[in-house]
């Protein structure tokens, strides 16, 4: 595959660029304590740990693969952590989007449902705890632990030609209805909904939750839209291949597996960068400004340093020798 290296190139340098792009936002985001309180960056936060993985560990696999048209490490152990690594992050990225979409209409419409501490570990954490623990318990399961007749790892092949998770009838059927379709679906439903509940129910919001309600919306509807056309097509091919129209292993079909499910963890980091809170992108602007013209800000003080200098030399001296008295009469 090494005619595609103009792709690849590209590909490298917004894989590059995303990864910087994370680990920015995530620095700010832990130096800034009042962005980790809120309840809305939360998930966001989520999303841009799971994207630095993907970006910096299973894209690159890809990337060797691509190249060489074989995987890196050829042993059973590194064919069982590509399929863990790549299947746990995808559907992991996959549920906390549908629920950062959901959510997003509890925040927006019932914020007050999360003003006790209580409710916030019920609607909030918990579910992100539950989504992390199954996503990674289930790929660990059918990626290491499930066996089936046409399990033969292929070093030539992508993720080693797959384990028994696709492999499998019920376990490809399982993967493909509820771990792909439906939150995607889900996503979907959500997205659209949000839009037109705020236009309904725009009258009813104050003016600081209206412009709260409104940069939520628009973050989620980008977010949702380039996972939407990642996924959706992605689970259209799988239910194909399910039903023998299409084969797993053919070149056309293998190469956008590949890179079709890397679409959302290199944008993600851009969207949440166009999209975060007023605040942090303030921060970020002044940074900027600072290193763009810190050669230019030193030149002015030294100049305004040395024009102060002269101006206290070249002035004259205030007279302070005591005037004579004259009398009255004189």
């Known amino acids: 595959m090494k005619s595609g290296i103009a792709g690849l190139v590209c590909l490298v340098i917004v894989q590059i660029s995303s990864f910087l792009c994370v680990l920015y936002i995530l620095f700010n985001c832990i130096k800034n304590k009042s962005t980790l309180r809120s309840l809305p960056n939360h998930l966001i936060i989520c999303l841009l740990v799971v994207c630095s993985w993907t970006i910096s560990i299973d894209l690159m696999n890809t990337e060797y693969y691509y190249w060489n048209d074989f995987v890196p490490i050829q042993t059973t152990w590194a064919c069982q952590f590509y399929n863990v690594s ?149 689970a259209i091919i799988l239910q194909l291949a399910t039903i023998n129209l299409i084969s797993l292993t053919s ?43 810190v050669q230019r800000q030193n030149t002015v003080h030294v100049q305004t340093a040395l024009a102060t200098t002269n101006q206290c030399r070249t002035a004259k001296p205030p007279n302070i020798l005591p005037q004579k008295r004259t009398s009255c009469g004189s």
């Not at 909030?124 to 660990?140: D, N, V």
């Not at 412009?211 to 992605?234: C, D, E, F, H, N």
């Not at 969207?271 to 900027?288: A, F, G, P």
Request: aromatic share 18%.
């Open 86 to 234: 790549f299947f746990s992050t995808s559907t992991l990225n996959r549920f906390l989007m549908a629920f950062m979409a959901i959510e997003r209409h509890f925040l927006v419409f019932r914020h007050q449902l999360y003003r006790t501490r209580r409710s916030r570990y019920l609607l909030h954490y918990f579910p992100i705890l539950i989504i992390i623990i199954y996503s990674c318990t289930y790929s660990i399961y059918t990626d290491i632990f499930l066996t089936c007749p046409l399990l033969r790892f292929r070093y030539t092949r992508f993720l080693c030609g797959y384990t028994c998770s696709l492999l499998s009838k019920n376990a490809s059927t399982m993967f493909l209805w509820f771990q792909l379709f439906t939150p995607t679906v889900v996503t979907c439903i959500a997205c659209f909904l949000l839009p037109i509940r705020f236009l309904f129910q725009k009258r009813n919001l104050q003016r600081l939750q209206w412009r709260r309600a409104r940069k939520m919306i628009v973050q989620m509807i980008i977010i949702a839209g380039a996972y939407i056309l990642s996924w959706l097509p992605y």
């Open 251 to 293: 070149d056309t079909t293998v190469e956008y597996m590949i890179f079709d499910s890397y679409v959302t963890s290199l944008l993600t980091p851009f969207i949440c960068l166009h999209t975060i809170s007023e605040r942090l992108k303030l921060d970020i602007i002044k940074r900027m400004i600072r290193f763009c013209f």
